[in-house]
């Protein structure tokens, strides 16, 4: 089974930018990928997802500003985030899709998950 493991978050200010990694224990060529995130009381929102043809997708509040890629050959998937603004303070988490339909904003859909990274942009 997939293990998913975030890293790339930290405290940041308004403007500031970070880079988030998604590592994988095994090989998710065959599966799309996807970020969501999470504040408290709150369900998992999707962010941005990338299909196993490296199609991106963004939710609208952050077209523009963050960059989904994927490095198969690393098992890796990042999420750049520039422009930063308060928020976008969650819990992010990398996700992965078995099935070759995907609905991206339904996080119940999702087969794998990691256990999250912190971004806090302070204002």
């Known amino acids: 089974q997939v293990q998913l493991v975030e890293s790339g978050g930290g405290l940041v200010q308004t403007g500031e930018s970070l880079r988030l990694t998604c590592a994988a224990s095994?090989?998710?060529?065959?599966?799309?990928m996807a970020w969501f995130r999470q504040v408290p009381a709150m369900n998992r929102e999707f962010v941005a997802g990338?299909?196993?043809?490296?199609?991106?997708h963004y939710t609208n509040a952050v077209k523009g500003r963050f960059t989904i890629s994927r490095d198969n050959a690393k098992n890796e998937v990042y999420l750049q985030m520039n422009s930063l603004t308060p928020e976008d303070t969650a819990t992010y988490y990398c996700?992965?899709?078995?099935?070759?339909?995907?609905?991206?904003?339904?996080?119940?859909?999702?087969?794998?998950w990691g256990q999250g990274t912190r971004v806090t942009v302070s204002s």
């Open positions: 996700a992965a899709e078995t099935s070759l339909t995907i609905q991206w904003r339904d996080f119940s859909t999702f087969d794998y």
């Open positions: 095994g090989s998710f060529r065959d599966y799309a």
């Open positions: 990338i299909t196993r043809l490296n199609s991106p």
